[in-house]
């Protein structure tokens, strides 16, 4: 299994349009990929700004790459987030795991 992590930053204006979005637009889009096992989408509020982690489960890399394009390390970004995203992080982090419980 591969776990990976994405993260993002919006204005405290933006945070619930945005949060918004992941549940519409790109949940559905994750879910649609063959090989996800699970999907959390966290929200941290700062006093200037909201932080988005994204946290996913895949069955391998291949599940990975489906998702995410031949390099997997890249982040993928959908053309709304340019409107809600305080800079783009050029990659995700994926890990394999090696236990679970």
């Known amino acids: 299994m591969i776990v990976r992590t994405w993260h993002g930053r ?8 945005y949060e918004e979005f992941m549940r519409v637009r790109a949940a559905p889009d994750y879910a ?3 090989g996800l096992v699970q999907l959390f989408f ?3 509020d700062d006093a200037d700004c909201a932080h988005f982690l994204l946290v996913t489960v895949w069955k391998n890399m291949d599940a ?4 995410a394009g031949d390099d997997p390390s890249l982040a993928k970004y959908y053309p709304e ?3 809600y995203l305080l800079e783009k992080e050029t990659h995700s982090l994926n890990h394999q795991v090696f236990f679970t419980r």
């Open 32 to 34: 649609s990929v063959e």
């Open 81 to 83: 987030d340019d409107a």
């Open 42 to 44: 966290t929200r941290r």
């Open 10 to 17: 919006t204005s405290l204006k933006d945070a619930d349009a």
């Open 64 to 67: 990975v790459k489906a998702f």
